[in-house]
């Protein structure tokens, strides 16, 4: 953990301006020009929902930490990306966050399906003992093919019925294939990976990557009287640090949001035509489950009622994609 916490120092030093140039930058599919739209830019970044460490929560399954200072930041990756989908969602990936100003009330609703609360359906408490089925125990540093399992089974058992794709890698010739990912992939959501920084949530067309750390330590927020919640400290409001794509671990996992069906099955022949043509693959599409892999097991619930469900369960309803072969194929 020290040589991380190294890492992410030298990281934080570099680089910190942005660069007067024509490339065009790209931030979760969408492309911004960096010499006459850095506003814009900067303001697209800020208006992701940033989840770090938090402390002075109540304590995971009752008697576990109420930190997850050193050990979370993976689960935090995995938020920032389901949150992300959820935003393309319910408000459009066109939707701009601004500092006090009153939000939609999905919004408010998505933001408190995160809160450390283990009534919250997406909490810390419920990716936590939800990994406990993946074999890691409360309190235990995540990978990112884990994360990717435990969100998986929390969207399956509240009924998604949009899809949100993890691809999880461990492969040291995928550095290349992320880039092009990032570029042609226009419904990209996050990007997590092994060594820190570990939340990528943007690219552009040069080696570097722009990042939202979760390494930072915040006091935990709860619902306020009038019903909603604080948001300031949930959105990066400093200026966004980058990195050199070579520094990231190729153990990753990258998250792509389909709305409806035609998006999965345009996102399916992008990836055919785009990524997988070459000899060396990162991950395969196949039509059907493989026989030679072990028969899906829907995950069970949890035993606490968790709020925010109803807010995903009550949506208008779209054409349903068969979620357990998607996942299922996917998620190698």
Same mark, same amino acid.
């Given at each position: 953990?020290?040589?991380?916490?190294?890492?992410?120092?030298?990281?934080?030093?570099?680089?910190?301006?942005?660069?007067?140039?024509?490339?065009?930058?790209?931030?979760?599919?969408?492309?911004?020009?960096?010499?006459?739209?850095?506003?814009?830019?900067?303001?697209?970044?800020?208006?992701?929902?940033?989840?770090?460490?938090?402390?002075?929560?109540?304590?995971?399954?009752?008697?576990?930490?109420?930190?997850?200072?050193?050990?979370?930041?993976?689960?935090? @990756?995995?938020?920032?990306?389901?949150?992300?989908?959820?935003?393309?969602?319910?408000?459009?990936? %066109?939707?701009?966050?601004?500092?006090?100003?009153?939000?939609?009330?999905?919004?408010?609703?998505?933001?408190?399906?995160?809160?450390?609360?283990?009534? @919250?359906?997406?909490?810390?408490?419920?990716?936590?003992?939800?990994?406990?089925?993946?074999?890691?125990?409360?309190?235990?540093?995540?990978?990112?093919?884990?994360?990717?399992?435990?969100?998986?089974?929390?969207?399956?058992?509240?009924?998604?019925?949009?899809?949100?794709?993890?691809?999880?890698?461990?492969?040291?010739?995928?550095?290349?294939?992320?880039?092009?990912?990032?570029?042609?992939?226009?419904?990209?959501?996050?990007?997590?990976?092994?060594?820190?920084?570990?939340?990528?949530?943007?690219?552009?067309?040069?080696?570097?990557?722009?990042?939202? %750390?979760?390494?930072?330590?915040?006091?935990?927020?709860?619902?306020?009287?009038?019903?909603?919640?604080?948001?300031?400290?949930?959105?990066?409001?400093?200026?966004?640090?980058?990195?050199?794509?070579?520094?990231?671990?190729?153990?990753?996992?990258?998250?792509?949001?389909?709305?409806?069906?035609? %998006?999965?099955?345009?996102?399916?022949?992008?990836?055919?035509?785009?990524?997988?043509?070459?000899?060396?693959?990162?991950?395969?599409?196949?039509?059907?489950?493989?026989?030679?892999?072990?028969?899906?097991?829907?995950?069970?619930?949890?035993?606490?009622?968790?709020?925010?469900?109803?807010?995903?369960?009550?949506?208008?309803?779209?054409?349903?994609?068969?979620?357990?072969?998607?996942?299922?194929?996917?998620?190698?």
């Amino acid at each position: 953990l020290s040589k991380y916490e190294d890492q992410i120092t030298i990281f934080t030093d570099y680089l910190e301006e942005y660069p007067d140039t024509d490339e065009l930058v790209w931030i979760l599919g969408k492309q911004h020009l960096l010499k006459t739209e850095k506003s814009k830019l900067l303001s697209d970044i800020s208006a992701r929902l940033w989840f770090t460490y938090r402390r002075k929560f109540s304590p995971i399954g009752g008697t576990g930490p109420s930190s997850d200072a050193g050990w979370g930041c993976m689960l935090r @990756c995995g938020q920032m990306m389901l949150a992300q989908a959820l935003i393309c969602r319910h408000l459009g990936r %066109d939707w701009s966050w601004e500092k006090q100003k009153e939000q939609p009330k999905e919004y408010q609703r998505i933001l408190q399906c995160f809160l450390d609360r283990k009534d @919250c359906c997406y909490s810390i408490h419920q990716m936590a003992q939800m990994g406990v089925g993946e074999g890691k125990s409360i309190g235990e540093w995540f990978g990112p093919n884990t994360v990717a399992q435990v969100l998986k089974k929390l969207a399956l058992f509240d009924e998604w019925n949009s899809l949100a794709v993890y691809v999880s890698m461990d492969n040291t010739v995928v550095i290349e294939d992320i880039k092009k990912m990032c570029r042609v992939l226009p419904l990209s959501a996050d990007t997590p990976g092994d060594r820190p920084p570990d939340s990528l949530t943007a690219s552009n067309q040069s080696d570097e990557l722009i990042f939202l %750390d979760p390494h930072t330590t915040q006091t935990f927020v709860d619902t306020e009287e009038n019903g909603t919640v604080n948001d300031q400290t949930f959105h990066c409001l400093q200026s966004p640090q980058r990195m050199n794509i070579l520094n990231l671990d190729p153990s990753v996992a990258l998250g792509f949001f389909c709305k409806e069906e035609k %998006d999965f099955d345009n996102w399916c022949s992008l990836v055919q035509k785009e990524i997988l043509k070459e000899n060396l693959r990162m991950f395969e599409l196949v039509q059907k489950h493989p026989s030679h892999w072990p028969p899906f097991v829907p995950p069970a619930k949890p035993e606490v009622t968790t709020t925010g469900a109803e807010f995903i369960d009550s949506t208008e309803q779209l054409e349903e994609f068969d979620l357990e072969e998607d996942f299922e194929i996917l998620s190698v």
